[in-house]
Each structure stands twice: as structure tokens, then as C-alpha cells.
């Protein structure tokens, strides 16, 4: 593989080379590509209604069942266990029937609600109540509704964090809503890896994709720490790295969107990087390669996390829409509210440490 270039979160030039913007609105059964012209970068442009597969007539959707929640239609085993069982054989069916048919839609981005909804969710999910026994806190920080950035610290050699923290939205916010991440452009020319990323709803860790979702009332999660954070030895646990040069900030501060901080204890530990490969590294491709107790002396069984407890808190959101449409160009406030992003984080993890009983209870 060839050597993944790392764009910055606040490089606002054109992306070239390995990785290709999203396509646009691309039909799911059909294929035909995009389905307009992107506009400049750092233009906000307006999503599109999602594309339909079938040209024929709106796809029906099941209705909701009456006195059920959004989280019921998420959920299909929310109901009585008789009830339950042949209610996931109907949705099952259909789910099918509508993957076979193409009779799906996806966003311009790639994103590709019923399958996350339905499948990758269901696969996450027992990672994340059973084995890492994730514990949630300030859920009610998340606005129900409208563009919000979730700004969280990054660890674990491996990315489980982010993966952990859309579980933790998914489920256990009361509006139901959907956290896209801005993931790093390595994501994105690993096989499968990059296919995933898409349908979950990640996208390109930059400051125009990150205004074009927030535009659209998404929820969007960034780590500004990016590999300086995944991985750093483990003697540096829980110690934040540099947040950038203050990208996420002023793409907050373009949408007058709230910054939402988020600390996340338990991740550190999963793989304990005692060192780091470099010169390996380098031939494969990758910002570092990981050596830990287990791996690569185990072999494949080396590459399976720590079980380690989790606790996920989001905190009080920091407005941004108070500012005029020049802060976002003022390097000053810019620093000065990624400090404050930073310190609250790093003061949360040390909260938390101190209140952790165990590394795995």
C-alpha cells in the first residue's frame, strides 16, 4: 500500500490523489453515479432529497406500530417475545427483499441508514453492552434536533472509540439520532474497511464536509488528536495530545453550531502500545505499527482487544452561535475555545480515572 497522506481536519485545499471526494446522491439499485456537480470547496451547499433506487413512486416504509418509539423501529426486539420473534422475521424478510431489489437509498456521502440501522448496529452492539460494558453519562447534553460537533479524545491503537461512541448515541439518545464521524483519509483506501466507513456514515475528516452535514442538521463527531492520539505509547495514557491548529473550531463557528466535549476512559487500555515498528511502519504504509504484549507474538489472537470497562460523557455544550460571522477568521478566539475544548476534556478523563474502580470492573 502506498503511503497514506493525512490531511489535516482544517486543510481547506482541494483533496487529490488516493481518495476521491463522495459521490453525489447516488442511486442504490441502479448505480448510475452522481447525480449533480459538487460546488466550490468551503461553499455550504444545500443537501438534495435522498436518491431513490426505483424511479417508479416513493418507497413505502413500513409505519411505525402504534405506541411505539422511534427506538422501536431501530429495535425490531422491543416487543413481547412471541410478538418480537415474527416481527424480526418480517423485517428480515423485507430487509432482504429490499437489498436484493436495490429498493434502498443512500446519501451523497455514502451513508446508508438501513443497513447501519439494522445490521452493522446489531454487530457493534454486543461489543459495546458485553464486552467493553460501555456506561453513558450527559447523553442529555445532545441537542434533540440541528447541526451539533462532537469533539472527543482519541485512543486504543485501534479506532474502537469512535465506533463505541456512535453505538452510545444510536442507542441511548431519547431523539434517536445518527453521529457521523470525519475519519482520516487512510480510512478510506483500506479494502472493506473503506465500504464500511461509507454505509456507517463516516466522510472525510474536512472542513467542508463537516460544514455541508452540519448545514444539513446532522450530528458530526471529530477527534482532533488523529494518530498523535491512537498512537501514542501507553506510558502517555489519557494525556491529550495536540488538538491542531483549532479546524474544528472554526467550522463550528461558520455554522454557529454548539461544541459538544466528550471523554472516553477504557479505550487506552485495550492495547497497551509498549512500542512502535517504524521502520515497518513505513513499508506497509502506516502512520505506526502497534507492538503490545500480545500482538504480533500471538499471531491473529494478539489482535483481540483487552476487555476493558468503558465510560463515555458528553459534557455541557460550548454555544458558538453568539459569535459574529468573522470570528470564525479571528486566531485568537480560535485558540482560546480549543484550549477551553481541550481543558475541559482532560479535566473530565482525570474525573473519571479517579472515580474508576478497576481497568476491567
Known amino acids: ?204 475528516a474536512c472542513a467542508e464536509d463537516a460544514e455541508r452535514l452540519l448545514a444539513q442538521g446532522e450530528l458530526v463527531g471529530v477527534m482532533p488528536e488523529g494518530f498523535k492520539g491512537i498512537g501514542k505509547p501507553f506510558g502517555e495514557r489519557y494525556k491529550l495530545q495536540r488538538f491542531g491548529r483549532g479546524g474544528f473550531v472554526s467550522t463550528a463557528l461558520r455554522q454557529g453550531a454548539p461544541i459538544i466535549p466528550c471523554s472516553i476512559v477504557g479505550a487506552e487500555e485495550i492495547y497497551p502500545m509498549i512500542g512502535n515498528a517504524k521502520t515497518l511502519a513505513r513499508l506497509l504504509g502506516f502512520p505506526y505499527f502497534p507492538l503490545t504484549p500480545t500482538f504480533p507474538w500471538l499471531g491473529p489472537l494478539g489482535a483481540v482487544p483487552l476487555p476493558t470497562k468503558w465510560t463515555i460523557q458528553f459534557g455541557e455544550p460550548i454555544p458558538t452561535d453568539g459569535y459574529p460571522p468573522e470570528a470564525a477568521e479571528d486566531p485568537m478566539l480560535m485558540f482560546n475555545l480549543t484550549d477551553q475544548v481541550r481543558e475541559q476534556i482532560q479535566h473530565t478523563l482525570y474525573k473519571l480515572l479517579v472515580q474508576r474502580r478497576s481497568v476491567f470492573f
Request: glycine share 12%; net charge neutral; no cysteine.
Open 1 to 204: 500500500m502506498a503511503d497514506a497522506k493525512v490531511i489535516p481536519f482544517d486543510d481547506d485545499r482541494s483533496r487529490g490523489g488516493a481518495v476521491q471526494r463522495p459521490a453525489r446522491r447516488r442511486s442504490a439499485g441502479s448505480r448510475r453515479g452522481a447525480l449533480g456537480e459538487p460546488g466550490e470547496l468551503g461553499e455550504v451547499q444545500p443537501l438534495p432529497g435522498r436518491a431513490r433506487a426505483r424511479e417508479d413512486g416513493p418507497v413505502s416504509r413500513t409505519e411505525e406500530p402504534e405506541g411505539q418509539g422511534e427506538r422501536a423501529q431501530r429495535r425490531p426486539d422491543a416487543g413481547g417475545p412471541g410478538a418480537g420473534l415474527e416481527r424480526r422475521v418480517a423485517a428480515g424478510l423485507a430487509f432482504l427483499r429490499r437489498r436484493l431489489t436495490g429498493d434502498y437509498d443512500v446519501d451523497d456521502f455514502g451513508y446508508d441508514e438501513e443497513l447501519t440501522d439494522q445490521v452493522l448496529m446489531s454487530l457493534l452492539r454486543p461489543v459495546y453492552e458485553k464486552y467493553f460494558r460501555v456506561e453513558v453519562k450527559g447523553i442529555e447534553n445532545i441537542p434533540a434536533e440541528g447541526g451539533a460537533l462532537i469533539v472527543a479524545n482519541h485512543s486504543g491503537t485501534l479506532p474502537l472509540d469512535g465506533l463505541m461512541m456512535q453505538v452510545a448515541v444510536h442507542d441511548h439518545h431519547p431523539a434517536g439520532r445518527h453521529l457521523r464521524l470525519l475519519a482520516a483519509d487512510l480510512v478510506f483506501v483500506l479494502p472493506v474497511v473503506n465500504e464500511l466507513a461509507r454505509k456507517l456514515g463516516h466522510t472525510l
